[in-house]
Each structure stands twice: as C-alpha cells, then as structure tokens.
C-alpha cells in the first residue's frame, strides 16, 4: 500500500506539469516585475539598467500616491461595509423564511463581469437618462450631481457600485460560517434567557472569527488590486480622480509603454497587498483563533 | 396583556426585518431587470420617456442588430472556446495535484501546497508586464493559448482549494482495496477516485466557468485581432461605438450575462457551494 502511494514517478507525473506551469507564469513573473522595475524600457527596445531610479521617482510621483489614497479609501469603506454584510447574514442565521432564496438573490450580482456590471452602472449614473437622478428628481432633488463626471462624488458612485457586487459574495461566506455553528449552542444560550441580540453578538460572532478575519484580508486586498469595473467605468478620471494603483499601474505599463516604471508600480502593489495582508494578520492575531467548539 | 404587547411588538419587529431584506434584494435585482426592460427600446423611448416606463413595443430585433451585425456572436462563441477549454484543463490538472497532495505520501506535500495556495494571493498587476514579455518571447501574443494558460494557472490554487475539502474525506479504505486487488494507481486514479468526485468537480468546473466567462484584463492585454476577442473585451470596444444607442448596449449586456443567469438558474446550490469552501477554508 505504502509502496505504491509513495511512488515518486506518480507524484512527479502528477505534480510537475501545474507547478512548472505556475512558476512559468506566477511565480517567476513575480521577481521579473520588481527586476524589470530597475530597467528603463519601453517595451520594444533595449532595457537600460538604471538602479533604484524608478523606485525613487515611485517615492514622490504625486499621481502614484492619490491613486493609493484611492486605493486605500475603497479598501476602508469595503472593510466597513463587511459589518453591514454581516448584519444581514446574522439575520437570515435565524430562522427566516425564504432566507435560501433571498441569499441568492443577493448573489447575482458578483456572477456578472465587471465590463456588465460598470456598464450598467453608467447608465444607472447618467446624468439626463439614468435610473439615478430621474428617482432623484422625481423626489424633489433640484439638480442632482453628474456622479461619475464629478471629482467629488465618482469614489462614493464606483464604491455603491462595487458594493452591489459584492455585497452577496460576503453575505455567503459568513453564511456558510454561521451554518457551521452547532445548534445545540444557541439552544443552550436560548435556555439560559440570552436574547437573539445577545446570541449573535456574544456567540456567534466570536465563533466565526476566524473567518471574519478571512473576509478583512480578502476586501482589503481585493480592493488593493480593484482594477476592471473602475478601469470601464470612469478610465480614472475625471481627470484622476478615480485613479487607483492597478489602474495607474496599466495606464504607464500599456498605455504610454513606460513598460519600467509599469514593473515597478506593480511590483510595490505587490508589497503593499503582502504587507497589508501581514499587519491585518498580526493585528487580528488573538488566542480564539483555535477556538474550538 | 403584557404578553399580547410583546408578541404584537414582536411582529411589527419581523416585518420590519423583512421589508428591510425586501429592500435589498430590490436593490441587488431592479438594475438587472431596468437592463433588460431598456435592451427592448429604441432610442426615442429612452430619451423621450420615463427611464422607468415599460418598454412599448419589445424591440427584440435590438438583440438580432448586434448578434448579426457586430462581431458579438465570434465574440460569445471566443468566450465559449476558452472558458470550456480551460475549465477542462484546470480541473484536470487540479484534480491531479489534489490527488497528490492529499492521497499520496511524501515529504514536500505540505511546502508544495503552500506553495500552490500563494498563488491566490497574487495581484495580477504584479505580473502582468513580465507575462506580456514572456509570452511576445514565444510568440504567443494574439494567440488563444496564452489566454488558456493563463486562466489555467490563476485559477489552480481555488481549484485546488475547493476540491481539497472533499478528497479529505474520502475514506483510505478506497486506495486499500484497490491496492489489493492489483490495481495501477493510474487506474485507481481514473476509474475509483475521478468518479467518486463528480459533486465537487462540478462545483469547481461551475466556478471556473464563471470566472472565465467574465475575465477581462488578459484578453484586454495579450489578445488585439477581433477574431479570437471574448465577450468581456468586445463589449467593451463594441460599446464604444454605439455611445448613444442605449437599446443596442442594453442588448449586447444581456447576451453577455444571459449564460450566466442561466447557470445561475439550474446551478445555484453548487456556486454557493463553491463560494463558501473557496473562502472559508482558507
């Protein structure tokens, strides 16, 4: 038995075909980013070695750090909006009628593409035609704004956007967490008089963590990395406002073939989500996090 | 008294909880329905009535306009040609790696698979010039395969996850019998395990399906002539044609999610599924 599940041919047969592929186009393009970075290059000709330059000019590019304030100000908001998701998943762990069907409904939207999804929401924002301001106007709003053509509000109308499709993405996994709970637990709590309020707040929360420690990790780094809808919708602008680093980062790399200074801006993308996703576990790091139960 | 206070109190608290998760399936659900009901107009009922308003004559000749007359059909028949092409590839080669690391015994299983789950946490920014490069290198710029092997890798790791939850529990009686009886672990591997997975395959392949169908920066980046575009980049340029018809976008969006909701329709238990084991072991 042993003999032949510890066959090293198999396991190699097995194994080497996906990991050389991971590594041709995962791992190796990593370290190929922050090497290409030294480089001075525009995609076509020769690589001019220039050391740290664009690193240096990284430092004090005054677009790379409003796209990151960007980037940051949406991975705050989708992390708060994650006590939002939660309220709702804690509602439907009760028992709610039609709380199966209502989980779906909300999940429909996080199927779709991110092209559909930034589309439609173009024209839910329109300004003369749009779902938006004909409700707003209709409600008595004088001059409702152009949304996604206003510096002061195109981050708040790509985040709503960016919640409706999430939103169900979220409701599921801490639903999924919930169902894990035993019910003997709540019963036993429900015995001893603790409201539903109590429950959710002092049992279930502290059982599911783990995974809401999961869910910070994955909004802040999914919101690091936004790139497709805001890339559709907005293409950064107006004129910069919506920037975020994935977005700068394609602009300089594809868009004006700054294929060096691209590299590196991917490449402190890349630290950044490392980092971000270190601290998060450091902060969040607590003896419950082998609960058991 | 007390009591009927309590419980009356009680109900007014439920269908206020009620109207609020009302509330917010109408906000996830109405955009995609006003989609639907603005794909049937024409532009003199967009820009003339109510956004609200029912379409009044259902222009369904909106959706023959830009299967017919744009390149959409190439592109949907490009998005069904790569996503299947490399759900299959992915699945299989998961299914392989999966096996390995959880079925077989040797020392680097536990590294390997580490190795594998960092992967997930890859911002595709953060290769996406070297992958440009290297595939220019082997000529494989505007070619379908670098869209396959791309999608291939970048979803190994969830592949990975998802079905790892299930090959734990399969009993190691399984692979006892089998190795008593003679049987090759090829065989094992194919006729006894492979089969025996078919849920979980089928949550995998269902959210691979999902994920390729909608991917947009890789086709973005690596593919240029129309002929092998997917839906999700020939939208896109499709769109910006037809700024001002709203009837011919709306059309163009449907046909690009109507797969989708169709899925979605006969296999929602199996992408929640998926959801949830994607995110939660990890």
Known sequence: ?293 | MADTNKSSSRKLGMSLLYAVLGLIAVFQIYPLVWLFFFSLKGNSEIFGRSPFALPEDWLFENYARVWFDGNISQYFFNSVFITATSVILTVILASFVTFAITRMKWKLSGPVLLLFMVGYMIPIHSTLVPLFQFYRELNLIDNPLSIILAYTAYNMPLTIMILMGFYRTLPREIEEAAVMDGCSIHRMFFQIILPMTKPVMSTTIIINMIYNWNEFVFVNTFISSDKYKTLTVGIQNFIGQYLTDWGAIGATLMISIIPILIAFFFLSNRIVEGIAAGSVKG
């Open chain 1, 1 to 293: 038995m042993d003999k032949v599940m510890s066959n090293k041919k198999v396991i190699a047969l097995y194994v080497l075909p996906s990991l050389i592929l991971l590594a041709g186009l995962v791992y190796i393009p990593i370290f190929l980013t922050g090497y290409y970075g030294l480089m001075d290059w525009n995609g076509v000709g020769p690589m001019t070695f220039i050391g740290l330059d664009n690193y240096i000019e990284l430092l004090s590019d005054d677009t790379f750090w409003y796209s990151a304030r960007n980037s940051f100000f949406l991975a705050f908001f989708s992390t708060a909006a994650l006590i939002v998701y939660l309220a709702v998943s804690l509602v439907l762990s009760a028992k709610i009628k039609g709380r199966e069907t209502l989980r779906k409904i909300y999940l429909i939207p996080m199927l779709l593409s991110s092209v559909a999804i930034a589309q439609l929401w173009i024209k839910i924002y329109d300004p003369n035609n749009g779902m938006l301001n004909s409700l707003l106007t209709t409600l008595g709003v004088e001059s409702p704004p152009a949304w996604l053509a206003e510096r002061g509000t195109v981050l708040i109308a790509i985040f709503i956007a960016i919640v409706w499709q999430y939103a169900g993405f979220y409701i599921i996994i801490y639903s999924a967490a919930l169902k894990g709970i035993p019910a003997s637990l709540i019963e036993a709590a429900e015995i001893d008089g603790a409201t539903p309020l109590q429950i959710a707040y002092k049992i279930k929360v502290p059982l599911i963590s783990g995974v809401i420690k999961t869910t910070i990790v994955l909004a802040i780094v999914g919101s690091l990395k936004y790139f497709d809808l805001i890339y559709v919708m907005t293409g950064g602008g107006p004129n910069g406002a919506s920037e975020v680093i994935a977005s700068y980062m394609y602009k300089q790399a594809f868009g004006i073939k700054n294929f060096g200074y691209g590299s590196a801006i991917g490449f402190a993308l890349l630290i950044l989500a490392l980092a971000t996703t270190f601290v998060i576990q450091k902060l969040t790091a607590s003896k419950n996090d082998n609960i058991q139960y």
